[in-house]
């Protein structure tokens, strides 16, 4: 397990060895060492394979801007896809595998792909597989989805935890290089408060893979002594391995933190990795730059790599990519590979510079006006043929070739808010646009500022400014003293040399043959090139190969790059796990139950539960000798009307409406009118959509004369406040009215029954006797002193109050109603009972309140007042929705008392076919009475209230039921309402 390219220096810990494997071989590495700097220094090449033709890859880059080495990290139920190895720290014990190939990755049977490479040109998929027409089910797709993909996800449930986190501050520092670090040096000593955030373990950024002086010592040295400096301020938050990937509106950064990504297992208590929303009044994008390619013929074999790239891995992790290599540049950061690897001691076979002219590097074979043209070698290069300036061809060998086409600003996050990056000829580069996210700015590589000490100079200037927008003063210190060599570069795209394919997006294997055949196709805007070339859509975005692409399309087109024009970036600007995107909400957190203020009583007593939207609602609650759910919610309905029954109706939503105009505001949201409503009274009320169907309804309480408590359904509580606050914003933005949701603040229950008010009374400080607080009246009232509300409603036909306390009192009032309620043989009901007593008396819920309901549909179409407007009050007047054969809510019940219906049954006359043209309308819910000793149901028949005492059939298309049923009234018990005003 000798590593065999390792040499001198770099900045891993070599006191330590770390074991792991790679296709189940066993190599050893450093604390420090990527996943790829490990496998390169041990001779592995080969690290993946490309997607659509299965061509050996092995890394390009030494960053995230990677598209060839994914891997699987970890096995089990921890396997991970698509795991970039170049950012995959190593650590003991590591577990990695190749991925896209079979059987192996040295013989990968799916590479006969790149052998029929004419058949898979770009946009085939737009021209193949389109006949025989049966082939496409049967035969294409199930061929296309078994190739599709790259890695594959364990099916085992990630045993890990992700987290959610938000931070605040005044400035955001994106990237921790130089001008980063001098950013955040600046902001930190003027006091503000910031964060800085870097992808990489180690921050310096490119100070750690090169070898140059900054203020008189070693570049990786000075970010160290910054990095100590940062961390000992107390204004100043360090956040390593993590990822700012995207900018949102108002200031929001997202970012992606791997906090254990870097450990075998994650330590106790602690996420694998946390999704943070960082709120910043500025931002400063110091991320730096990315090194590009040059296209050239079979440019993609394993050893083949970026230049800066080749520079890391001798400079950061004591890596020679091979033993022999070679550079092929266009400009000066190329040569700069060179002679740090000449440094090094290794065998610098040939430097190829695509430029004429200036001086030859000494010591070094130094190739002027050079190309590279093509290269040999199976799993991994061998040589390079390279064509002289003579016009002679001359084949070099060498097993890595290190490339350098320039550097691209990494100017994804500025592009998130749309920006469109704009051109600088200097650098040959794109830069960021205006209109960009609101409060970023960048400095340093990122800003087409290339040398250090414009990188240096830049971030300070950068964050004396943001600063300055802030009102807070910075002052501008001396900088360190480091490079500042001009960009001297002459653009070369691709080598125009060769029949074979020059690959530009070495991930989803686009060559320029694609850009010129989408040229070919008219394919020719950017967006359309993207698409149907494929060209940047892989995971890496194309941050090494769109500007390419977009040079190759400008120069046949015969247009200026920046006429070409470029592609938008979208968030994220790297891969984010859906663990991560999901934090917590997993599994039971994935949907957490609210829990009502009685829960903790109701679970004490057995309970059973349901779920009503977020909400665990007491179902019924069982006794001793109960044998079913029937038996429980008969007995409950009984007692409840014979006594007294009590109910948590804490989920209903309650919404405090204030103001002097909000009597006059209701009248607007609701079809009736409240603003005559007396103070201490109740009134239902009806809320319709725009378009005339019910929207929702409840009770509204006038507390004081501007002060209303209005409730709402369960299912409409959150619905019905954003409504209200989009009419008081939007729509009448004038009113004196505000309003706030109490739904937590109360916890509120029902009390019904013959001796609710003998119940209440024993608790109650207030006189409610009748005359006192007759049906309808709402009031606040004391509890022993604690203060509390008293509402008279009832949706059970029988005597009934509501009655609300501060939620935390909830517990101690169920606790209490029972103790007070022992003498009347007080019971809780749960939601079948409720459900069963709110139909016998005929009142709507869900089931009713579908959205396809009008007014008129429920026989309330009176409450539609057309003597003041109101939202949905014209359009409810519509011909079509008033039409007298209309639908109309009615009580079913079965002839035979013994028979059974069920809700969704249609409606249709006896005799007639089971046919659509038959169907008179539908049962909307169903219970069973006690009362009545057989079924009831409400539902919508056409002309209902003309049929009131018919015999119909309840048909049932599902259970392949067909029963008799009679018309009825739907309210069944009480219809006068004796009973509620008692």
């Given at each position: 397990?000798?590593?065999?390219?390792?040499i001198?220096g770099?900045?891993?810990?070599?006191?330590?060895?770390?074991r792991?494997?790679?296709?189940?071989?066993?190599?050893?590495?450093?604390?420090?060492d990527?996943?790829?700097?490990?496998?390169?220094?041990?001779?592995v090449?080969?690290?993946?394979?490309?997607?659509k033709?299965?061509?050996?890859?092995?890394?390009?880059?030494?960053?995230s801007?990677?598209?060839?080495?994914?891997?699987?990290?970890?096995?089990g139920?921890?396997?991970?896809?698509?795991?970039r190895?170049?950012?995959?720290?190593?650590?003991?014990?590591?577990?990695a595998?190749s991925?896209?190939?079979?059987?192996?990755?040295?013989l990968?049977a799916?590479?006969?792909?790149?052998?029929?490479?004419?058949?898979?040109?770009?946009?085939?998929?737009?021209?193949?597989?389109?006949?025989?027409?049966?082939?496409?089910?049967?035969?294409?797709?199930?061929?296309?989805?078994?190739a599709?993909g790259l890695?594959?996800l364990?099916?085992?449930?990630?045993?890990?935890?992700?987290?959610?986190?938000?931070?605040h501050?005044?400035?955001?520092?994106?990237?921790?290089g130089?001008?980063?670090?001098?950013?955040?040096?600046?902001?930190?000593r003027?006091?503000?408060?910031?964060?800085?955030?870097?992808?990489?373990?180690?921050?310096?950024?490119r100070?750690?893979?090169e070898t140059?002086?900054v203020?008189?010592?070693?570049?990786?040295?000075?970010a160290?002594?910054?990095?100590?400096?940062?961390?000992?301020?107390?204004?100043?938050?360090?956040?390593?391995?993590?990822?700012?990937?995207?900018?949102?509106?108002?200031g929001?950064?997202?970012?992606v933190e791997?906090?254990?990504?870097?450990?075998?297992?994650?330590?106790?208590?602690?996420?694998?990795q946390t999704?943070w929303?960082?709120?910043?009044?500025?931002?400063?994008?110091?991320?730096?730059?990315?090194e590009?390619?040059?296209?050239?013929?079979n440019?993609?074999?394993?050893?083949?790599m970026?230049?800066?790239?080749l520079?890391?891995y001798?400079?950061?992790?004591?890596v020679?990519?091979?033993?022999r290599?070679?550079?092929?540049?266009?400009?000066d950061?190329?040569?700069?590979?060179?002679r740090?690897?000449?440094a090094?001691?290794?065998?610098?076979a040939?430097?190829?510079?695509s430029?004429?002219?200036?001086?030859?590097?000494?010591?070094?074979?130094?190739?002027?006006?050079?190309?590279?043209?093509?290269?040999?070698g199976?799993?991994?290069?061998?040589?390079?043929?390279?064509?002289?300036?003579?016009?002679?061809?001359?084949?070099?060998?060498?097993?890595a070739?290190?490339?350098?086409?320039?550097?691209?600003?990494?100017?994804?996050i500025?592009?998130?808010?749309r920006s469109r990056?704009e051109w600088?000829d200097?650098?040959?580069?794109?830069?960021?646009g205006?209109?960009?996210?609101?409060?970023?700015?960048?400095a340093?590589?990122?800003?087409?500022?290339l040398s250090?000490h414009?990188?240096?100079a830049?971030?300070?200037?950068?964050?004396?400014?943001?600063?300055?927008?802030?009102g807070?003063?910075a002052?501008?210190?001396?900088l360190?003293?480091?490079e500042?060599?001009?960009i001297?570069?002459?653009?070369?795209?691709y080598?125009?040399?060769?029949k074979?394919?020059a690959w530009?997006?070495?991930?989803n294997?686009?060559?320029?043959?694609?850009?010129?055949l989408?040229?070919k196709?008219?394919?020719?805007?950017?967006?359309?090139?993207?698409r149907?070339?494929?060209?940047?859509?892989?995971t890496?975005?194309g941050?090494?190969?769109?500007?390419l692409?977009?040079?190759?399309?400008?120069?046949?087109?015969?247009?200026?790059?920046?006429a070409?024009?470029?592609?938008?970036?979208?968030?994220?600007?790297?891969?984010?796990?859906?663990?991560t995107?999901?934090?917590?909400s997993?599994?039971?957190?994935?949907?957490?139950?609210?829990?009502?203020?009685?829960?903790?009583?109701a679970?004490?007593?057995?309970?059973?539960?349901?779920?009503v939207?977020?909400w665990?609602?007491?179902?019924w609650v069982p006794?001793?000798?109960?044998?079913?759910w029937?038996?429980?919610?008969?007995?409950e309905v009984l007692?409840?009307?014979r006594?007294?029954?009590?109910c948590?109706?804490?989920?209903?939503?309650k919404?405090?409406?204030?103001?002097t105009?909000?009597?006059?505001?209701l009248?607007?949201?609701?079809?009736?009118?409240f603003?005559?409503?007396?103070?201490?009274?109740?009134?239902y009320?009806l809320m319709?959509?725009e378009?005339?169907?019910?929207f929702?309804?409840?009770t509204?309480?006038?507390m004081?004369?501007?002060?209303f408590?209005?409730?709402?359904?369960?299912?409409?509580?959150?619905?019905v406040?954003?409504?209200?606050?989009?009419?008081?914003?939007v729509?009448?933005?004038?009113?004196?009215?505000?309003?706030i949701?109490?739904?937590?603040?109360?916890?509120?229950?029902?009390?019904?029954?013959?001796?609710?008010?003998?119940?209440?009374?024993?608790?109650?400080?207030?006189?409610?006797?009748?005359?006192?607080?007759?049906y309808?009246?709402a009031?606040?009232i004391?509890?022993?002193?604690?203060?509390?509300?008293?509402?008279?409603?009832?949706?059970?036909?029988?005597?009934?109050?509501?009655?609300?306390?501060?939620?935390?009192?909830g517990?101690?009032?169920?606790?209490?109603?029972?103790?007070?309620g022992?003498?009347?043989?007080?019971?809780?009901?749960?939601?079948?009972?409720?459900?069963?007593?709110?139909?016998?008396?005929?009142?709507?819920?869900?089931g009713?309140?579908?959205?396809?309901?009008t007014?008129?549909?429920?026989?309330?179409?009176?409450?539609?007042?057309?003597?003041?407007?109101s939202?949905g009050?014209v359009?409810?007047?519509?011909?079509?929705?008033?039409?007298?054969?209309?639908?109309?809510?009615?009580?079913?019940?079965?002839v035979d008392?013994?028979?059974?219906?069920?809700?969704?049954?249609?409606?249709?006359?006896?005799?007639?076919?089971?046919?659509l043209?038959?169907?008179?309308?539908?049962l909307?819910?169903?219970?069973?009475?006690?009362?009545?000793?057989?079924?009831?149901?409400?539902g919508y028949l056409?002309?209902?209230?003309?049929?009131?005492?018919?015999?119909?059939?309840?048909?049932?298309?599902?259970?392949?039921?067909?029963?008799?049923?009679?018309i009825?009234?739907?309210?069944?018990?009480?219809?006068?309402?004796?009973r509620?005003?008692g």
């Amino acid at each position: 397990m000798s590593q065999s390219n390792r040499i001198s220096g770099g900045q891993i810990d070599r006191s330590k060895t770390f074991r792991f494997t790679f296709d189940g071989h066993s190599y050893v590495g450093h604390p420090g060492d990527t996943l790829a700097s490990a496998l390169l220094a041990n001779g592995v090449r080969l690290m993946g394979r490309s997607f659509k033709y299965h061509r050996p890859r092995g890394p390009l880059s030494a960053g995230s801007e990677e598209p060839n080495a994914l891997v699987h990290l970890r096995s089990g139920a921890r396997q991970e896809p698509n795991t970039r190895a170049t950012v995959a720290e190593l650590f003991d014990g590591l577990e990695a595998t190749s991925q896209n190939a079979w059987p192996s990755l040295k013989l990968d049977a799916m590479a006969i792909n790149d052998k029929l490479n004419s058949f898979f040109a770009a946009g085939f998929y737009y021209k193949t597989f389109m006949w025989p027409a049966a082939f496409w089910e049967k035969v294409y797709e199930p061929i296309i989805r078994r190739a599709a993909g790259l890695g594959a996800l364990t099916k085992d449930e990630d045993p890990d935890e992700y987290d959610k986190g938000f931070v605040h501050c005044d400035v955001l520092i994106i990237g921790a290089g130089p001008s980063g670090l001098m950013a955040a040096l600046t902001a930190g000593r003027a006091g503000a408060r910031v964060v800085l955030a870097d992808e990489d373990f180690r921050m310096g950024g490119r100070l750690n893979a090169e070898t140059f002086e900054v203020g008189g010592k070693p570049g990786a040295d000075w970010a160290a002594g910054v990095v100590s400096e940062l961390a000992a301020m107390p204004n100043v938050r360090l956040m390593n391995r993590t990822t700012i990937v995207g900018a949102f509106d108002h200031g929001i950064y997202s970012a992606v933190e791997r906090v254990s990504d870097h450990l075998a297992v994650p330590m106790a208590g602690k996420p694998r990795q946390t999704l943070w929303r960082i709120y910043a009044k500025r931002a400063i994008l110091a991320g730096g730059a990315t090194e590009r390619p040059i296209a050239f013929e079979n440019n993609d074999r394993p050893g083949i790599m970026l230049a800066g790239a080749l520079r890391a891995y001798a400079n950061r992790w004591g890596v020679a990519a091979g033993n022999r290599v070679a550079v092929f540049t266009n400009n000066d950061d190329g040569l700069r590979t060179a002679r740090d690897l000449q440094a090094k001691g290794v065998d610098v076979a040939a430097v190829i510079d695509s430029r004429e002219g200036g001086d030859l590097l000494p010591g070094l074979r130094h190739l002027q006006g050079a190309q590279v043209v093509d290269s040999s070698g199976g799993l991994g290069l061998k040589s390079v043929t390279v064509r002289l300036a003579n016009g002679k061809t001359e084949t070099i060998a060498c097993t890595a070739l290190g490339v350098s086409g320039g550097w691209n600003p990494n100017v994804n996050i500025t592009s998130h808010h749309r920006s469109r990056p704009e051109w600088r000829d200097d650098i040959a580069a794109f830069v960021p646009g205006t209109g960009g996210p609101a409060g970023l700015t960048a400095a340093g590589a990122a800003n087409g500022a290339l040398s250090t000490h414009g990188a240096l100079a830049t971030g300070q200037a950068q964050a004396i400014a943001v600063l300055a927008e802030l009102g807070m003063a910075a002052k501008a210190g001396d900088l360190p003293q480091a490079e500042d060599a001009p960009i001297a570069i002459s653009p070369l795209w691709y080598v125009h040399e060769g029949k074979g394919r020059a690959w530009i997006d070495q991930q989803n294997d686009v060559t320029v043959k694609d850009v010129k055949l989408a040229h070919k196709e008219n394919f020719t805007a950017v967006e359309h090139l993207k698409r149907y070339t494929t060209l940047g859509m892989a995971t890496d975005q194309g941050k090494t190969g769109n500007v390419l692409g977009i040079a190759v399309m400008a120069e046949l087109t015969g247009q200026s790059i920046p006429a070409t024009g470029t592609t938008i970036y979208r968030p994220p600007y790297t891969p984010v796990a859906m663990g991560t995107l999901a934090g917590r909400s997993r599994g039971k957190e994935f949907k957490p139950f609210r829990l009502t203020p009685s829960h903790k009583w109701a679970s004490e007593q057995g309970a059973i539960f349901v779920e009503v939207g977020n909400w665990l609602r007491t179902q019924w609650v069982p006794k001793a000798g109960e044998t079913t759910w029937r038996e429980s919610v008969d007995r409950e309905v009984l007692a409840s009307r014979r006594s007294v029954g009590i109910c948590d109706v804490t989920t209903l939503g309650k919404i405090d409406i204030q103001g002097t105009d909000a009597g006059a505001f209701l009248d607007k949201v609701y079809a009736n009118t409240f603003s005559t409503l007396a103070v201490g009274k109740c009134r239902y009320g009806l809320m319709l959509r725009e378009d005339g169907m019910v929207f929702d309804d409840g009770t509204t309480a006038r507390m004081g004369e501007h002060e209303f408590v209005m409730t709402t359904t369960t299912a409409n509580a959150v619905t019905v406040f954003r409504h209200l606050e989009y009419c008081r914003q939007v729509l009448w933005p004038d009113m004196d009215v505000q309003i706030i949701s109490t739904t937590e603040a109360w916890a509120q229950f029902s009390v019904a029954g013959p001796n609710a008010r003998k119940l209440l009374q024993k608790i109650v400080d207030q006189d409610i006797s009748d005359a006192a607080f007759p049906y309808m009246g709402a009031g606040n009232i004391t509890l022993g002193g604690l203060r509390g509300r008293l509402f008279r409603i009832s949706f059970s036909g029988e005597l009934a109050y509501e009655i609300a306390v501060p939620t935390r009192y909830g517990d101690a009032l169920v606790r209490k109603l029972m103790e007070a309620g022992a003498e009347f043989d007080a019971i809780v009901y749960g939601t079948e009972a409720l459900g069963v007593m709110r139909i016998e008396k005929g009142h709507v819920a869900g089931g009713e309140l579908n959205g396809q309901s009008t007014a008129l549909n429920m026989g309330l179409g009176k409450m539609v007042s057309k003597k003041k407007d109101s939202i949905g009050m014209v359009l409810s007047q519509r011909e079509g929705m008033n039409q007298p054969g209309g639908y109309r809510l009615v009580g079913v019940k079965p002839v035979d008392p013994k028979a059974s219906i069920s809700a969704g049954s249609h409606f249709m006359e006896i005799g007639a076919p089971v046919e659509l043209a038959s169907d008179g309308g539908w049962l909307t819910s169903k219970v069973y009475s006690p009362h009545l000793g057989c079924d009831i149901a409400l539902g919508y028949l056409k002309a209902g209230d003309q049929k009131i005492g018919r015999k119909m059939r309840a048909v049932n298309f599902l259970t392949k039921t067909d029963t008799e049923v009679e018309i009825v009234s739907p309210h069944f018990f009480d219809p006068e309402g004796e009973r509620l005003r008692g």
